[in-house]
């Protein structure tokens, strides 16, 4: 079964500051999809960005980046020059073959003046 | 852009009532999730339906239903209503044809027992 794990339940960065969250993810498919999603205070679930597997360049946002690191099953997302609306919940998500997505248990992002 | 729709945005219900969540999914897109979030919780996958048949299903309780219907939006019916029911559940929609592979969210049903 596919697993997705964060291990940073909280971060801080400051206002203009680079920060990287990070996420690592078990599966035995070869082919499959990587998405970061952020949960601000309203709790709506906004995707920020996606990674096909068989892709090798890492995907780009504007402020936001990932580094994809297929053998290694890490995909981090990186958030340059982070703005106060940054602050959120991200969620780092796997989709199956079969189409489930599979979330991680999140990171709050706090973002300081 | 259209978005996914759900109704309501909020319901209050008592233990061992019945409650009905709507999901409208964007237009042409053919897979409808359910996703529950605890207070502090990660979402947890419910049920998944492509072409109005279930195509997955995860920790639903049996008490809950769902279904997607002709014109493919979905209802998730739960009954016997808990206090740990308590909950925002959360639809997505995606295209699997065009494969657009994101799952766009709608803005959650924040559901309530008391």
């Known amino acids: 079964a596919q697993t997705v794990t964060q291990s940073q339940p909280e971060m801080s960065v400051q206002e203009a500051e680079t920060v990287t969250l990070s996420c690592t993810y078990d599966t035995s498919e070869s082919d499959y999809y990587l998405f970061w999603y952020k949960q601000p205070p309203s709790r709506q679930m906004i995707l920020v960005i996606r990674?096909?597997?068989?892709?090798?360049q890492n995907a780009t946002e504007n402020r936001f980046s990932v580094n994809f690191q297929k053998a290694a099953k890490s995909f981090s997302l990186k958030i340059s020059d982070s703005q106060l609306g940054d602050a959120a919940m991200y969620f780092c998500?796997?989709?199956?073959?079969?189409?489930?997505?599979?979330f991680g248990k999140g990171t709050r992002l706090h973002i300081l003046p | 852009a259209a978005g996914v729709i759900q109704s309501p945005r909020h319901l209050i219900k008592e233990k061992r009532e019945t409650a009905t969540l709507k999901c409208y999914p964007i237009p042409r897109h053919d897979t409808v999730y359910w996703y529950q979030q605890g207070p502090g919780q990660d979402p947890q996958f419910l049920i998944s339906f492509y072409e109005k048949m279930q195509s997955d299903k995860g920790s639903i309780p049996d008490r809950f239903s769902a279904q997607q219907f002709s014109d493919y939006h979905s209802e998730l019916n739960m009954s016997s209503l808990e206090l740990g029911d308590s909950a925002l559940y959360f639809c997505a929609s995606s295209s699997i044809k065009d494969m657009n592979t994101e799952a766009f969210f709608g803005q959650g049903t924040r559901l309530t027992v008391v």
């Open positions: 990674q096909e597997a068989y892709k090798q």
């Open positions: 998500a796997y989709r199956t073959r079969d189409d489930k997505i599979i």
